[in-house]
């Protein structure tokens, strides 16, 4: 346990968030036993916290689409219209507001015109992941039978209330494949004759699409450009683009993670034409994977990996201290946008974001990418999703990577076997902040500190964000510690809490994961709480993902 002196140094000295503000007001009434406080400052309003921060990300890779998605029509699986229907209501459940699709990596060898007309008709082609496909593998994962396309996509969307993201290929197809993909979506009933096509499959009316990715990784997968080539690139598909009336939102291809030059040179080469260049970009996608996991020995991404499953200690708090550089991410390309974009017209697209371990953990042997979720990535996808709602008026949308059978996902599925995973449950509690308005609030709490090999290393302890809906507040926090309760003493001046309910999610073993066979090992549990006087005291477990909803007076 913490000493009290090691704490208020934390809290009294330590910089950014740890600072006690001047205006605490509870701090002294019988808070000596307890180590942390948070304070909700409904005065200070940051923005209202987009449902698209709770996006998903769904690309036609291994078993994600094929088996996770898409099931089929004639399937004995339960489905709607070939589109796995647990899946669905699972989604429609955590209010899941859009859809980044085909992807990645794949987007960028894709022709949409593959994936439209009579599904008996459509081509078969080489999927962009075949090479790194076990030769054993489905069919379908490697050699791409198009049964899901655009209008299968859209309808998935539209079965889940989701908005699609689609991503254009902007490697291997022409500007005017672009023009005519969106025709294609949103064009008026009968007015082109892609209309009409869309109109055979059953969609007279547009679909309409709204977000355009712009290619993805153009750095590397998606065409290798230098920043300022890609910048020339961009320019050339989104200029002149058919609206029809719809509004089309463009999300250029961004950094992956630190690459500061990638957001300079794009961005400075895309205002050599004129500021005016700027108001034809919507977003900046930027990339972010925790992957590396060996304690600095090194930077292979191959080498550096973990185990999704069997990890000690130092490589829970590892991974925890990568999910905190998603922080100097998001405020240092923010500035560096800020120097071109002085308005700040364009906002963040966190299109891809969590962790990526290597190979070993997958519930389907033979999927590749997919990794089993545990209560690890559960606090870890808490920690990232309270870092989005604190820079609401930064981040437009962001994408868990990806959706099901694959790296950081919600839901794992193979044939008729169906879990959700520690991060589903995340996704499930935190949707309550969707559309509220993010409030700063100020966590004071001892870091946690561990042995990084040799030297000692540490991270921040108890962290989160609040959200006010009306007389409702929604407060959500992690507690990284293993072991350690954060005994915590929680006010919200200028306001009194009538009641308020809990739900958590933790385990005692920190390996906690859910499997087809045990669907229900880790879940979350809600229980009342008790308020007595003005404050709330409330023990956060160790590693655990809490929600507290608060009804205020
Ligand atoms: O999510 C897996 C891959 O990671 C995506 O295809 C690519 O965009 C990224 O490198």
């Not at 969707?434 to 921040?460: C, I, K, M, W």
Request: hydrophobic fraction near 35%.
């Amino acid at each position: 346990m913490i000493e009290r002196r090691e704490f208020l140094r934390n809290g009294l000295l330590a910089g950014g968030t740890f600072l006690l503000p001047k205006h605490w007001s509870f701090a002294s009434r019988g808070s000596a036993a307890r180590n942390s406080r948070v304070e909700v400052l409904l005065e200070e309003p940051l923005g209202t916290i987009s449902p698209n921060l709770y996006g998903h990300f769904t690309e036609n890779l291994g078993a994600v689409i094929y088996d996770g998605i898409w099931v089929g029509e004639n399937s004995s699986i339960a489905n709607l219209n070939g589109i796995r229907q647990e899946l669905v209501e699972q989604m429609r459940k955590i209010k899941a507001p859009v859809i980044r699709f085909p992807g990645g990596c794949f987007a960028d060898s894709y022709d949409w015109r593959d994936g439209i007309g009579p599904l008996d008709k459509r081509p078969r082609r080489t999927n962009f992941w075949e090479g790194v496909e076990p030769s054993n593998s489905p069919a379908p994962h490697r050699y791409d039978p198009n049964q899901f396309g655009t209008n299968e996509f859209v309808h998935f969307c539209k079965l889940v209330g989701s908005q699609p993201y689609l991503a254009a290929n902007l490697r291997s197809l022409p500007a005017e494949e672009f023009y005519r993909w969106v025709e294609y979506c949103n064009s008026p009933a009968g007015s082109t004759t892609l209309a009409e096509m869309r109109a055979a499959s059953g969609n007279t009316e547009p679909f309409p699409v709204r977000f355009w990715g712009v290619g993805n990784e153009s750095w590397g997968c998606g065409g290798n450009f230098t920043a300022q080539e890609y910048a020339v690139e961009f320019r050339r598909f989104t200029t002149w683009v058919p609206s029809f009336g719809q509004e089309l939102s463009f999300i250029a291809s961004g950094p992956n993670d630190d690459s500061w030059e990638w957001t300079r040179g794009f961005l400075d080469e895309m205002v050599r034409k004129g500021p005016g260049q700027l108001r034809s970009i919507y977003g900046l996608a930027l990339h972010y994977y925790a992957w590396n996991l060996s304690r600095g020995r090194t930077r292979d991404f191959n080498a550096g990996k973990g185990d999704a499953l069997k990890f000690e200690v130092v490589d829970w708090y590892e991974l925890l201290r990568q999910g905190e550089v998603m922080e100097s991410l998001i405020t240092g390309h923010w500035q560096i946008m800020g120097e071109i974009d002085r308005e700040h017209h364009i906002k963040l697209v966190v299109d891809e974001w969590g962790p990526w371990y290597r190979p070993g953990s997958e519930m389907t042997p033979g999927d590749i990418l997919e990794q089993t979720p545990t209560l690890r990535d559960a606090v870890f996808s808490g920690m990232t999703l309270d870092l989005f709602n604190q820079h609401p008026e930064k981040i437009a949308m962001a994408n868990c990577a990806q959706l099901i059978n694959c790296l950081n996902s919600l839901y794992l599925a193979h044939g008729d076997k169906f879990c959700v995973t520690p991060v589903g449950h995340v996704f499930d509690m935190y949707a309550a902040h969707q559309g509220g308005e993010s409030l700063r609030t100020v966590f004071s709490a001892p870091n946690v500190h561990y042995q990084r090999d040799a030297n000692p290393a540490s991270l921040a302890g108890l962290r989160g964000s609040a959200s006010l809906h009306d007389k409702v507040l929604v407060l959500t926090a992690v507690n990284p510690h293993v072991s350690d309760a954060c005994e915590t003493e929680i006010g919200v001046p200028g306001a009194t809490i009538k009641s308020a309910t809990v739900t958590t999610l933790t385990a005692s073993d920190i390996h906690a994961h859910n499997t087809f066979a045990q669907k229900d090992l880790i879940r979350p549990e809600s229980k009342a709480v008790e308020i007595k006087g003005r404050v709330l005291n409330y023990d956060f477990p160790p590693a655990s993902v809490t929600k507290l909803t608060l009804i205020l007076q």
